[in-house]
């Protein structure tokens, strides 16, 4: 990578010696205002997203819960955009009050891992020792097994409910973000600059609260961020296996697991969610994308 | 380099065949292959042995065993293994059986074989023992005496339960509960949950078998049905979703349809807090929308349910009268009870308890969770909080009467085109099912006259009784009836939906 890396260096250093150095600058410019224009782009969707979760009660043209037997499974139109369910319920109704169900309980399952996964690094990096090691060996655990499948079990044992949905999700995840802490930790705690935090008598936890997170924030925020697409698939997989939520909840997962054996008869029952899914997990995915992408010290400089 | 793009060509051949597989082009053998989506233990068929729960239903449907008498379309009895009966007295009965039955093995079934396999049904199967009370039993030829410990008016129609398939007990059961019976079929394979293997029986004693080779296939889930039959991996389906059934309205599928007394309902618990209150019970029959459920959630394939038994029976519904769908009158009944939303979030609080539903139900039969989630919406409308529990393992948590307040289940409720037996088997104090413990002095005293009576209009007339006294006390909410289907390609002949559901796959059956 680095050998690579010294390539296009001097593959630069080259072309700005026989062009100038003003192409070069501008080649860089196009790339930082590109980056730039995608973050602003994808935060932009997000932000709808979000803004569709929080203000969901109001946005529904119906009752998303309102059963109406005698306007069942009308196919989409004006009256009802993504049509009506078995049970006569307005489908985009359900997919907006679905928005909040798996976007909200996606956030507050990434918050989580996110936070709890990087104490746990930041300690076990920091100190040590024999906390150290059962830590790092209750996440091989965690991590030696298929993410869903442990799930699975885990929300199985918990039982049904969104709840235990992030709870189970929670169980297998953070061990990535306590892995990514603590071996930032490790390698941030022989700088200088800490022992000069120790010599001038600073405590650990003022050291790692100042000296060891904020240097870490980066790596920690492009993989939560990443995950967001990842967990909110896998909270739509447990509800679509009625691990998840239950019913009557509307929640996307859920609802195509209900619909799915009408893909044939009355398809948008079961498009409805699935391209809700799909439409916010690559908006988040892309989203994360761009983070990284701009959080990358490759692009820094041009910044 | 060329000798290796060659093997490379060869090995790329050689998988691509291994892929498709190569089509077994056989002898002119008729093969069938049935998809079922009941034939699991879920639904206490784990496998073919009749004295084992309600695995008589895989023997006799599937064409494995037979009973001594079976139904006709119109519920009635008719020889089958036996030609006829006689009633010496009230406690004895006299059985003839056809001459040249055999089983499968090629064993005479004659009175002493009759005999035995009924002996070892009444030490085996609970349910059967209770519906007999057989005291003794004597083969003479082609004849056996049964003598009961107490009258029983519907022997016959008992014995011609799924249970009393005539089974060849000194040949055994294998360790996955294959037996051997006296019908069109012969069980060669059986993986619980999986399939049955059935092949032709050579020595089948009622005329010729067309279909060689049976495979029946447990497929639980509705939609992988629906694609099996959609892709010809199966011949037939059982059990199909109503909402798959549009797929195959057309010229190369046929629906054989009818009326059965397979009615979903949904049982009280008198244990619960919750459910024990009559003004509760009331509020729920009054407050679940049948002709709804029936047209919309089953596409018109049911009939709206009064009682147990649909129309088409003496003892049916048109002779009763129960709680009609009627939301602002349920809320009343509540309010008068004393259950009041007083936290204003919609649900009502009585003595600090919550009005909350716990509706216990199962997957397998699909109509169930749609009964489940319809309910839970037209419930919440006057207050309650249904919390559905749709589980495979219902049969293990309805014997624990703290963790559920309704549940709703399948039943053919006249298996026996007789009333009793919906009693006996789940309202009584002493049926085994009474999960709910309902308790009615009344009930018990007209169980106690039909235990008696041999006289069929006056057992009709005891059935609708008994019926009414279960529905004025709200114990059991009957919703629907169901028009069983099956659907098959439209090349399969004589597999015929029959409105007591035990047969369906007979000598009968062909595919051209």
Request: charged letters at 20%; glycine letters at 8%.
């Amino acid at each position: 990578m680095s050998k690579r890396k010294n390539e296009d260096m001097n593959v630069r250093n080259t072309a700005t010696k026989e062009y100038g150095k003003k192409v070069t600058v501008r080649v860089q410019k196009v790339k930082k205002s590109h980056i730039k224009q995608k973050l602003v782009f994808f935060t932009v969707l997000a932000v709808c997203l979000v803004i569709l979760a929080v203000f969901s009660d109001h946005l529904c043209p119906y009752d998303p819960y309102a059963q109406d037997l005698s306007s069942a499974l009308q196919a989409p139109s004006l009256a009802h955009p993504m049509g009506t369910d078995t049970y006569g319920r307005d489908m985009l109704s359900r997919v907006i009050s679905g928005a909040r169900a798996s976007i909200f309980s996606t956030f507050i399952l990434v918050a989580v891992i996110s936070i709890f996964g990087t104490i746990v690094g930041v300690g076990c990096g920091y100190y040590g020792g024999i906390m150290d090691s059962v830590m790092m060996r209750i996440s091989d655990v965690c991590l030696a097994f298929p993410g869903l499948v442990f799930a699975m079990a885990i929300a199985a044992i918990l039982g049904g409910g969104i709840q235990n949905a992030i709870i189970a999700l929670a169980v297998i995840s953070w061990p990535k973000y306590s892995r990514i802490a603590r071996s930032q930790t490790l390698a941030l705690k022989n700088e200088p600059y800490i022992h000069a935090a120790i010599l001038s008598g600073d405590s650990s936890l003022q050291i790692m609260l100042r000296h060891v997170f904020p240097n870490m924030l980066g790596p920690v925020l492009v993989t939560a961020m990443l995950d967001i697409g990842t967990m909110m698939m896998e909270l739509a997989g447990l509800s679509f296996l009625g691990l998840g939520a239950q019913i009557p909840m509307a929640e996307w997962g859920s609802m195509m697991s209900s619909g799915r054996s009408m893909i044939q008869t009355y398809p948008w029952v079961v498009l409805s969610p699935g391209i809700a899914i799909f439409v916010s997990v690559v908006i988040f995915n892309l989203l994360g994308d761009t983070v990284r992408d701009y959080l990358d010290p490759k692009n820094r400089e041009a910044f | 380099m060329k000798a290796k793009k060659i093997l490379a060509m060869a090995l790329a051949v050689g998988m691509t065949l291994g892929l498709t597989g190569v089509p077994t082009f056989a002898d002119d053998k008729k093969t069938f292959v049935f998809g079922d989506t009941t034939f699991n233990a879920e639904n206490e068929e784990a496998d073919i042995n009749p004295q084992n729960t309600y695995a008589g239903w895989a023997c006799i449907r599937y064409g494995v065993g037979e009973t001594l008498f079976r139904y006709s379309d119109t519920m009635e009895i008719e020889p089958w293994i036996a030609k006829e009966y006689e009633n010496i007295d009230e406690l004895t009965w006299k059985i003839t059986l056809n001459d040249g039955v055999v089983f499968s093995n090629g064993r005479a079934c004659d009175g002493e074989a009759v005999k035995e396999c009924l002996e070892a049904l009444v030490a085996n199967h609970e349910r059967a023992a209770g519906d007999l009370c057989i005291d003794t039993i004597e083969a003479d030829g082609n004849t056996i005496t049964i003598k009961t410990t107490e009258p029983k008016p519907a022997l016959i129609n008992y014995l011609s339960d799924p249970y009393g398939c005539i089974i060849d007990t000194q040949a055994g059961i294998t360790d996955n509960g294959i037996v051997i019976g006296t019908g069109p079929y012969v069980a060669t394979d059986l993986v619980t949950d999986d399939h049955l293997t059935l092949v032709k029986n050579e020595n089948y004693w009622n005329g010729d078998v067309n279909v060689d080779e049976i495979t029946v296939r447990t497929i639980s889930d509705g939609d992988t049905l629906a694609f099996a039959l959609q892709a010809g991996e199966i011949n037939a389906a059982y059990g199909m979703a109503y909402a798959s059934y549009p797929i195959f309205e057309n010229e190369d599928f046929t629906f054989s349809s009818t009326a059965t007394s397979r009615a979903f309902y949904a049982w009280m618990n008198f244990e619960s807090p919750v459910t024990s209150d009559p003004a509760v019970r009331k509020a729920i029959a009054m407050g679940i929308d049948k002709e709804s459920f029936v047209s919309v959630l089953l596409k018109g394939y049911g009939y709206p349910a009064v009682g147990a038994f649909p129309d088409t029976f003496s003892f049916g519904g048109q002779n009763l009268t129960t709680e009609s769908y009627d939301p602002d009158g349920a809320k009343q009944v509540l309010e008068d009870a004393g259950w009041v939303d007083t936290d204003g979030d919609g649900i009502r609080e009585k003595d600090g308890q919550k009005l909350v539903i716990r509706w216990l139900t199962y997957p397998s039969r699909q109509e169930l969770p749609l009964l489940a989630e319809s309910a839970q919406a037209t419930l919440k409308e006057i207050g309650m909080d249904v919390q559905v529990n749709c589980t495979s393992d219902n049969n293990t948590i309805r014997k624990d009467p703290t963790l559920w307040d309704v549940y709703a289940s399948a039943m053919v409720t006249a298996p026996t085109g007789d009333p009793q037996y919906f009693f006996t088997s789940c309202a009584l104090d002493s049926s085994v099912s009474n999960n709910g413990h309902y308790h009615s002095d009344k009930l018990e005293e007209l169980a106690a006259q039909m235990e008696n009576e041999f006289d069929v209009d006056k057992r009709a007339e005891l059935g609708i009784q008994m019926q009414q006294t279960v529905l004025d006390d709200n114990a059991y909410v009957f919703c629907s009836h169901l028009r069983m289907s099956m659907i098959m390609q439209s090349n399969v002949t004589g597999l015929v939906a029959h409105p007591c559901d035990y047969y369906e796959l007979t000598a009968d059956l062909d595919i051209n």
